[in-house]
C-alpha cells in the first residue's frame, strides 16, 4: 500500500491504508477510504480557561479537566472515542461548533442563540454559580442585578450566564469583554474596570495561580446555571442514533454521581499543572 499526501488548501488529506484522517484548522476527523466520516472518532473542545473543568494540558493539544473526563466516559458508554482537543478561546470553540469543525462541546450553558447551532445533552452534568467579582478594598454591597447599573464591568469573551441575566445585562449594563479570564482577572486587579462577572471556582482557581491577592467575590451570586453536554447541528455525526447514545450514557453517569470524583480529581490536577 502506497502513503500519499494532497495538499488541498487550508486542508490536508493523509492517504493511509483503510483510512483517511482529515486534518482541517480545528485538528482531524477520521474518515473511511471514501472520504465519509468514521463516526466512531468524535472530536470535542471547550472554554480552555475553565478549571477544574478544563484547561489546556501540558502538551498545548489537549485540554484536560473534569468535564473532559467526563465527556470520555460518555464516549465510552456510547461506543465512541471521543478526543477533547485545544482549538482556542471560548469564542473560536463556539465558531468551530457554529461550522462543524468540532463535533461537541464539553460543557455550555443554555441559551436560545445557542441552540441555532448546537443540541444540547440532558440532563445537565453539573450546576454552577456565577459571581461578582471587585478588588478587595471595594464593597459594592452587592445584593441584586441593579446594584451594577452604571458601573463599568468585564467579562470573557461570548460567556453566557444565563439567558435571563444575558437578557438584562444587555438591556441595563455596561460590560466590556476579554478574551480571557486571566486578562480580566488582571485587568480589575489593577483598576481598570469596576467589578467582574465570573463563575467562582475558575475566578478563585486563576487568581491562586496568578497570586492574583487583591480581589473578593460576593455571596449572593448573580445565576446558578447548569452545564450541559452539546452537540454541533453541522457535525457529520450528528445522528438521531448517536445522539441516543450519548444521552442515555449522560443520564446514567449523572445518575451515578461520577462528577463528584471526577471534580476531586480535576482539583488536584489542576494544582499539580500550575504548581
Known amino acids: 500500500m502506497r502513503w500519499a499526501v494532497i495538499l488541498l488548501g487550508a486542508m490536508v488529506w493523509v492517504l493511509v491504508p483503510g483510512a483517511v484522517q482529515a486534518h482541517d484548522k480545528a ?7 471514501d472520504g465519509a466520516r468514521d463516526c466512531a472518532h468524535l472530536l470535542a473542545s471547550g472554554n480552555p480557561d475553565y478549571p477544574p473543568y478544563l484547561w489546556r494540558a501540558k502538551d498545548g493539544r489537549r485540554l484536560d479537566g473534569a468535564a473532559a473526563d467526563f465527556l470520555k466516559r460518555v464516549g465510552e458508554l456510547a461506543g465512541v472515542e471521543i478526543e477533547v482537543i485545544h482549538t482556542g478561546n471560548w469564542g473560536r470553540v463556539q465558531q468551530n461548533m457554529r461550522d462543524g469543525s468540532i463535533d461537541m462541546v464539553a460543557g455550555a450553558f443554555l441559551t436560545t442563540p445557542r441552540l441555532e447551532y448546537m443540541d444540547y445533552f440532558y440532563p445537565p452534568f453539573q450546576r454552577t454559580r456565577t459571581v461578582i467579582w471587585t478588588e478587595s478594598h471595594l464593597d459594592l454591597r452587592y445584593s441584586q442585578w441593579s446594584d451594577l447599573v452604571g458601573l463599568e464591568g468585564l467579562t470573557v469573551i461570548n460567556n453566557s450566564f444565563g439567558q435571563t441575566f444575558d437578557t438584562y445585562a444587555d438591556e441595563n449594563l455596561t460590560i466590556r469583554e476579554v478574551p480571557s479570564l486571566d486578562q480580566g482577572l488582571k485587568m480589575l486587579s489593577h483598576n481598570r474596570a469596576e467589578y467582574l462577572i465570573y463563575e467562582e471556582f475558575p475566578g478563585k482557581a486563576y487568581a491562586a495561580r496568578e497570586n492574583i491577592t487583591n480581589l473578593r467575590s460576593y455571596p449572593v451570586a448573580v445565576s446558578e446555571e447548569s452545564l450541559y453536554l452539546t452537540m454541533s ?15 442515555k450514557a449522560v443520564f446514567k453517569l449523572v445518575s451515578d454521581d461520577v462528577m463528584d470524583d471526577m471534580l476531586e480529581a480535576g482539583i488536584k490536577r489542576w494544582g499539580e499543572n500550575t504548581n
Open 27 to 33: 485538528d482531524h476527523f477520521v474518515t473511511s477510504a
Open 233 to 247: 447541528h453541522n457535525s457529520g455525526c450528528n445522528t438521531a442514533s448517536l445522539r441516543g447514545r450519548i444521552s
